[in-house]
């Protein structure tokens, strides 16, 4: 085993430059050419690139410290063999072209580094006897947008980080090492608390202190807002939606809906156009498969399912929840309405389990209770399209001859574009339309 001591090479007209970082620790092992050292000048930034395979031992030098050509910065312990087989490598090398640094950098001269074993000095061109391999300093110009060592540069394009988007916390706002891990750390913190927001590389929303325009109080948001939140922000990333509006004319099912109330009651349940609307949607579930699907998560693939489950989102105290009600299409009215008020209730207890609310193939968000005219549903991914119904209200609607009262609801369907294009998505939504203004027809 060999020491060699390793010095600063000829790093050009830079006669103390700064050391910003030093990239091994003691008992590193390094390879030739890895960076060992990163300096600063008020021009650029080098990299200085080992000149032996070894072991680290002794560092001499600290971020912070000024060095020159010739500094004494570490020993490298060099095994005999690879000692031996230097000299070789070093020939080979003279005759390759000396690696140029980035383009933007400053031309570096090609450094000639002096090796000698244990007591003698590595980076001094003093001794025409030694190799004189070419080892250029990776150079990095200070007019970069982003200020940041070669390594740094290297560790960012690995995770794909933008080192415009990192805040530097070096000297003069030099990205470190630690502010890429920083910067990833927080992306996925972000992506797990606001459900891939910042992950998408959208800017944050900025911080405001409220507080200095007036009163304010600060309510921590339930456990089902946070995860619902977190879900619908993953749908809404990841889904290039398309919304179609429509409306129906559901004068004639309304019709039979209040005919039926007391049938309905004396079976213990309440009849809303609600389960007319399931029984629609699975119609053009069957008619439009591609909307009883999910992409593969590949994106390659459409999964299309051969059962009817229907998402029903339903507001609680503490946020919105989706249970599914199972075989929709095997269902009579009264039984879908029965399913309905179970799990309403259930959900709105809080007593919906994780089975409640899973296998889904389409959801339906109903706010015809309440109002609106239109809303924008978001797909409930991994499903690929979703149906906002608002609330019916009675119009005049010319038939050909006269304005005739009807009762019209307004609807809408939300929708994957990756898996429905436009026109398929307005067939569906008009094919659901006809079906809750016919009924009839969802006996066929
Ligand atoms: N147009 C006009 N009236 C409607 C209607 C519509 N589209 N849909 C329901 N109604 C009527 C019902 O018939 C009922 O009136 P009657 O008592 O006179 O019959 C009344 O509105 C209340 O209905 P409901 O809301 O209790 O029942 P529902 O079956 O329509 O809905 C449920 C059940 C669980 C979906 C609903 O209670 C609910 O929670 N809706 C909110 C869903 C939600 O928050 N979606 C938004 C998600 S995005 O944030």
Not at 285 to 312: E, V
């Amino acid at each position: 085993m060999a020491k060699i001591q390793f010095t600063v090479p000829d790093i050009g007209d830079f006669d103390s430059v700064d050391v910003i970082e030093v990239l091994v620790n003691e008992g590193d092992q390094v390879q030739v050419d890895d960076s060992v050292l990163t300096l600063e000048s008020d021009k650029a930034t080098m990299e200085v690139p080992s000149t032996h395979s070894g072991k680290v031992s002794n560092i001499q030098v600290k971020v912070g410290d000024k060095v020159a050509q010739g500094t004494y910065i570490f020993d490298i312990e060099v095994d005999e063999a690879e000692q031996a087989a230097e000299p070789a490598k070093a020939e080979n090398k003279a005759e390759e072209p000396v690696k140029q640094p980035a383009p933007q950098a400053a031309a570096a001269p090609a450094p000639k580094l002096h090796e000698q074993t244990q007591s003698s000095s590595v980076g001094l061109p003093t001794d025409a006897s030694v190799s004189n391999t070419p080892k250029p300093v990776n150079h990095q110009s200070m007019g970069a947008v982003s200020h940041a060592s070669p390594a740094v540069r290297a560790f960012a394009r690995v995770l794909g980080v933008d080192l415009a988007g990192v805040n530097g916390s070096g000297s003069k706002g030099r990205v470190l090492k630690s502010d890429i891990q920083n910067f990833v750390k927080s992306v996925m913190q972000g992506q797990a608390s606001a459900g891939g927001a910042q992950g998408s590389g959208i800017p944050p929303v900025p911080t405001i202190d409220f507080s200095q325009f007036g009163e304010t109080e600060e309510i921590e948001l339930s456990r089902i807002k946070k995860l619902s939140g977190k879900h619908l922000s993953t749908a809404w990333l990841n889904i290039p939606h398309v919304t179609q509006f429509d409306e129906c004319d559901i004068t004639e099912m309304d019709k039979f809906r209040k005919d039926m109330k007391a049938q309905a009651e004396k079976a213990g349940v309440k009849l809303t156009p609600l389960v007319f609307i399931m029984k629609a949607v699975v119609a053009g579930l069957k008619a439009f498969p591609n909307f009883n699907a999910s992409l593969s998560p590949d994106g390659q693939k459409l999964i299309r399912k051969g059962y009817y489950n229907i998402g029903i989102a339903v507001d609680t105290p503490n946020g919105l929840v989706v249970p599914v009600v199972r075989d929709v299409d095997q269902k009579s009215i009264f039984e879908l309405s029965r399913d309905l008020m179970e799990l309403s209730t259930k959900a709105r207890d809080g007593k919906l389990s994780p089975k409640d609310m899973s296998g889904g193939c389409f959801s339906i968000s109903s706010l015809g209770g309440i109002g609106g005219t239109q809303f924008t549903p978001i797909v409930n991914a991994p499903e690929v399209a979703i149906m906002g119904v608002s609330k019916a209200s009675m119009q005049p609607v010319w038939d050909g001859s006269e304005f005739k009262p009807r009762l019209v609801m307004p609807y809408s369907i939300s929708y994957d574009h990756r898996v429905i294009d436009g026109a398929e998505g307005v067939r569906f939504s008009t094919f659901v339309g006809q079906h809750l203004a016919d009924i009839r027809q969802l006996l066929l």
